[in-house]
């Protein structure tokens, strides 16, 4: 059962040390009650004590490292149902789906399209994460092909489908050190199959459609001493998917069924339509999501959703302040200022490169605010104009001493002059007029004026 802050807070020794690196016991309580700290880091703890708080505050779904290295993605380690109640914290991974049936090129095709694919966006880099090989062909033989031609490319995460233990061992013997995640263990195979992910230290999908045997297999595994588990509740439709996952969620994060505190498998092509299928895993708590080879305008769509679902709806994307260069700009060009919320600065960029005109755009840190919003809320000031200036290197660029603010920071123009010693030019409120005004006020001007 879920111990609550203060629950714990009466455990703990109460010296507020700071020895655990929390300045007092009480936000160390609030931090295991989170699953967000340790208990064996406070050095006053009996091993009676630490015992009780790690049962009780060890996270309510497990974290799984799908693959190794550069490409590894955790899935996993949720702990809300609402993405409003906090965030949600990793990402599902996506892989497609090749069959052991396909010619070598083809598949050899699909994996070099994982590993090449980006897809950037809003300061991030989209990307498909691996290759699920599946053994159609029902033969180890050509299951082990298979899995090395996979592997004369891949290094990402790889699901290796067969419910036969042999064909697994044949692929498993093409992966060297790498830890494919084995697909699946059910109420059938599993003690061929869970030898087989603890000898290779693989994560296991476990397999069964009702979440009762879903929980026992689970345990069976946990009792074969295999460590990294992922729950496939095998839907047939889409319906089924939503109410099973968001069953084991439920139980999960209240831990009202410990033994269903994993990611959830997804195998999208299964469910008809698939795109629906894909969508509903990315919004209702798959940690691994298997598709077909996604044509490219799919594949955007996909990448996008989950990029947006998986965002702190806190926090705003924040660009990482600077001062960027648009085209090639020179010692004459326009410079112009502007607040780092992602979608204030793609916007702004977009009409600048659209303009053709070369410049240089400071971007100042108001924490991920919006020009509106940061002026209203004092985050966007003459100060830290100034600071951002100087911190940039801003007088070192251009030789004149002009710089334009966002329509919305008109009130600040003047106290900008003021601190800043340049001349302040207000331009336009909505950045799609800034062409327009660059035209007008600075090529038609033939700035920098005199
Ligand atoms: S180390 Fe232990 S006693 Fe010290 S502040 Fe942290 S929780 Fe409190």
Same mark, same amino acid.
């Given at each position: 059962?879920?111990?609550?802050?203060?629950?714990?807070?009466?455990?703990?020794?109460?010296k507020?040390?700071?020895?655990?690196g929390y300045?007092?016991?009480?936000?160390?309580a609030?931090?295991?009650?989170a699953?967000?700290?340790?208990a064996d880091?406070?050095p006053?703890l009996d091993?009676?004590?630490?015992?009780?708080?790690?049962?009780a505050?060890?996270?309510?779904?497990?974290?799984v490292?799908l693959?190794?290295g550069e490409r590894?993605?955790?899935?996993?380690?949720?702990i809300v149902l609402f993405?409003?109640?906090?965030?949600?914290?990793?990402p599902?991974?996506i892989l497609?789906?090749v069959?052991d049936?396909w010619?070598?090129?083809?598949i050899?095709?699909?994996?070099?399209?994982?590993?090449a694919?980006?897809f950037?966006?809003?300061?991030?880099?989209?990307?498909?994460?691996?290759v699920?090989?599946?053994?159609e062909?029902?033969?180890?033989?050509?299951f082990?092909?298979?899995?090395a031609a996979v592997?004369?490319?891949a290094?990402f995460?790889e699901?290796?489908?067969?419910?036969?233990?042999e064909a697994?061992?044949?692929?498993l013997s093409?992966?060297?050190n790498?830890?494919?995640?084995?697909?699946?263990?059910?109420l059938?195979?599993?003690e061929?199959v869970?030898?087989l992910?603890?000898r290779f230290?693989?994560?296991l999908?476990?397999r069964?459609?009702d !979440? &009762?045997? #879903?929980?026992?297999?689970?345990?069976?595994c946990?009792? %074969?001493? @295999?460590?990294?588990?992922?729950l496939?509740?095998?839907?047939?439709t889409?319906?089924e998917?939503?109410?099973?996952s968001?069953?084991?969620?439920k139980?999960a994060?209240d831990?009202?069924?410990?033994?269903l505190g994993h990611?959830?498998y997804l195998?999208?092509t299964a469910?008809?339509?698939?795109?629906?299928?894909?969508?509903?895993g990315?919004?209702?708590?798959a940690g691994?999501?298997v598709?077909?080879?996604?044509?490219?305008?799919?594949?955007?769509m996909?990448?996008?959703?989950?990029?947006?679902?998986?965002t702190?709806?806190q926090k705003?994307i924040?660009?990482?302040p600077?001062?960027?260069?648009?085209?090639?700009p020179?010692?004459?060009?326009p410079?112009?200022?502007?607040?780092?919320?992602s979608?204030?600065?793609f916007t702004l !960029? &977009?009409? #600048?490169?659209?303009?053709r005109?070369?410049c240089?755009? %400071?971007? @100042?840190?108001?924490?991920g605010?919006?020009v509106l919003?940061?002026v209203a809320?004092?985050k966007l000031?003459e100060?830290?104009?100034k600071?951002s200036m100087?911190r940039f290197q801003?007088?070192?660029?251009?030789?004149?001493r002009?710089?334009?603010?966002?329509?919305y920071?008109?009130?600040?123009s003047?106290?900008?002059?003021?601190v800043?010693?340049?001349?302040?030019l207000v331009g336009?409120r909505?950045a799609?007029?800034?062409?327009?005004?660059?035209?007008?006020?600075?090529?038609a001007?033939n700035?920098?004026a005199?």
């Amino acid at each position: 059962m879920a111990l609550k802050a203060l629950d714990i807070y009466k455990m703990l020794p109460k010296k507020n040390c700071k020895e655990c690196g929390y300045p007092t016991c009480l936000t160390f309580a609030m931090k295991l009650a989170a699953g967000k700290a340790d208990a064996d880091t406070c050095p006053y703890l009996d091993d009676a004590t630490k015992q009780i708080l790690r049962g009780a505050t060890r996270p309510p779904i497990q974290l799984v490292k799908l693959g190794v290295g550069e490409r590894s993605v955790p899935v996993g380690d949720e702990i809300v149902l609402f993405r409003h109640e906090k965030t949600f914290y990793h990402p599902p991974g996506i892989l497609f789906s090749v069959s052991d049936l396909w010619e070598k090129e083809r598949i050899v095709a699909a994996a070099e399209r994982v590993m090449a694919e980006v897809f950037p966006r809003v300061g991030e880099n989209l990307r498909f994460n691996g290759v699920a090989i599946r053994n159609e062909s029902r033969n180890p033989e050509a299951f082990g092909k298979a899995v090395a031609a996979v592997e004369e490319v891949a290094e990402f995460p790889e699901v290796l489908i067969s419910d036969s233990a042999e064909a697994l061992a044949s692929g498993l013997s093409f992966c060297g050190n790498y830890r494919p995640v084995i697909h699946a263990a059910t109420l059938d195979n599993h003690e061929a199959v869970a030898p087989l992910a603890k000898r290779f230290g693989c994560p296991l999908v476990v397999r069964a459609r009702d !979440l &009762g045997d #879903l929980a026992r297999l689970a345990k069976a595994c946990t009792d %074969l001493r @295999v460590r990294d588990l992922i729950l496939d509740p095998a839907p047939a439709t889409l319906g089924e998917f939503l109410i099973r996952s968001t069953a084991i969620r439920k139980r999960a994060i209240d831990r009202s069924e410990p033994e269903l505190g994993h990611p959830v498998y997804l195998d999208a092509t299964a469910c008809v339509p698939e795109e629906a299928a894909i969508v509903t895993g990315i919004l209702k708590y798959a940690g691994v999501i298997v598709t077909s080879v996604l044509p490219p305008g799919t594949a955007r769509m996909v990448l996008t959703l989950r990029q947006n679902i998986y965002t702190d709806p806190q926090k705003p994307i924040q660009m990482t302040p600077g001062l960027y260069r648009v085209g090639e700009p020179g010692p004459d060009s326009p410079v112009l200022a502007t607040v780092n919320f992602s979608l204030t600065y793609f916007t702004l !960029l &977009g009409y #600048l490169e659209a303009s053709r005109i070369p410049c240089h755009l %400071l971007i @100042v840190d108001t924490e991920g605010f919006s020009v509106l919003t940061a002026v209203a809320a004092g985050k966007l000031s003459e100060k830290l104009i100034k600071e951002s200036m100087e911190r940039f290197q801003v007088a070192g660029q251009v030789k004149h001493r002009i710089l334009i603010i966002p329509g919305y920071a008109a009130p600040l123009s003047g106290r900008i002059e003021e601190v800043t010693g340049w001349k302040v030019l207000v331009g336009p409120r909505d950045a799609a007029d800034i062409g327009e005004f660059l035209e007008k006020e600075w090529v038609a001007k033939n700035q920098p004026a005199p």
